[in-house]
Nanobody, 116 residues
Framework: QVQLVESGGGLVQPGGSLRLSCAAS????????MNWYRQAPGKERELVAGISSTGVITNTADSVKGRFIISRDNAKDTVYLQMHSLKPEDTAVYYC?????????WGQGTQVTVSS
């Protein structure tokens, strides 16, 4: 069955870094665009970063531009989100998303908490 399993979340101090990973299985990973979303308490889920199936095209939200980098390894069926200069407002549950036209899959999420 389709699985997206996020890992790498945790508690980090402001200014720190984390790298999230999302391991995919059960579908042809290299055909799918991959995205990272996040949802903070009381807020709507928002798109943080996306990457095309080949990894050539990436985009990031203005709120994280210059601090977060999305990448993928199609040989490992894994997408990453490298996060630097973390701020308290980055605190949220981060979700991995796979998309191919109308096919959409979600992971279960990983908590990132930025606090001193």
């Amino acid at each position: 069955q389709v699985q997206l399993v996020e890992s790498g979340g945790g508690l980090v101090q402001p200014g720190g870094s984390l790298r999230l990973s999302c391991a995919a299985s059960g579908f042809t990973f290299s055909m799918y665009a991959m995205n990272w979303y996040r949802q903070a308490p009381g807020k709507e889920r928002e798109l943080v970063a996306g990457i095309s199936s080949t990894g050539v095209i990436t985009n990031t939200a203005d709120s994280v531009k210059g601090r977060f980098i999305i990448s993928r390894d199609n040989a490992k069926d894994t997408v990453y989100l490298q996060m630097h200069s973390l701020k308290p407002e980055d605190t949220a549950v981060y979700y991995c998303n796979a998309r191919l036209v109308r096919l959409v899959y979600w992971g279960q999420g990983t908590q990132v908490t930025v606090s001193s």
